[in-house]
């Protein structure tokens, strides 16, 4: 910086000052368009999560459903010994059982798809520390 002073002998203290509140402006700028660069991001990757989730969950429901009733009574049928004996887990039994497993399988589902939005950082941390040790200065 002395040898700007020097270069310029003319450069008044307020046209240095000048200069720097217009460099931090600009730096204040170039922040700005990359926090909002980042955040239109991380909004991108919410939106493509969301929608990968809302779709995972309906189709759990669905095949779940579908699911749930094939093996019910596939189950029964299994352990009916004979045509017209009774089963020895009755039909609700059947129901029970296969929907335990399936909630234990869409328990699974949700938690993934969570641990998926908890990668996801709105604000990074590199700007959330510019900003705080702009706003100390």
């Known amino acids: 910086m002395s040898t700007a002073i020097q270069d310029h002998p003319e450069a008044s203290i307020g046209s240095l000052m000048g200069g720097i509140v217009d460099d931090f402006r600009d730096l204040m700028r170039q922040?700005?368009?990359l926090a909002r660069e980042q955040i239109a991001?991380?909004?991108?990757?919410?939106?493509?999560?969301?929608l990968v989730w809302g779709l995972g969950i309906g189709a759990f429901f669905l095949s779940g459903f579908a699911f749930c009733l094939m093996v019910a009574n596939l189950l029964h049928s299994l352990t009916s010994p004979g045509s017209g004996d009774p089963a020895s887990i009755p039909m609700w039994g059947?129901?029970?059982?296969?929907?335990?497993?399936?909630?234990?399988?869409?328990?699974?589902?949700v938690v993934a798809g969570q641990k998926r939005f908890d990668?996801?950082?709105?604000?990074?941390?590199?700007?959330?520390?510019?900003?705080?040790?702009i706003s100390h200065d």
């Open 31 to 33: 922040e700005l368009l």
């Open 41 to 50: 991001e991380d909004l991108r990757k919410t939106k493509e999560a969301s």
């Open 94 to 109: 059947c129901y029970g059982i296969v929907g335990v497993l399936l909630t234990i399988g869409g328990v699974v589902g």
């Open 119 to 133: 990668s996801i950082h709105l604000v990074d941390n590199q700007i959330d520390k510019a900003v705080k040790e």
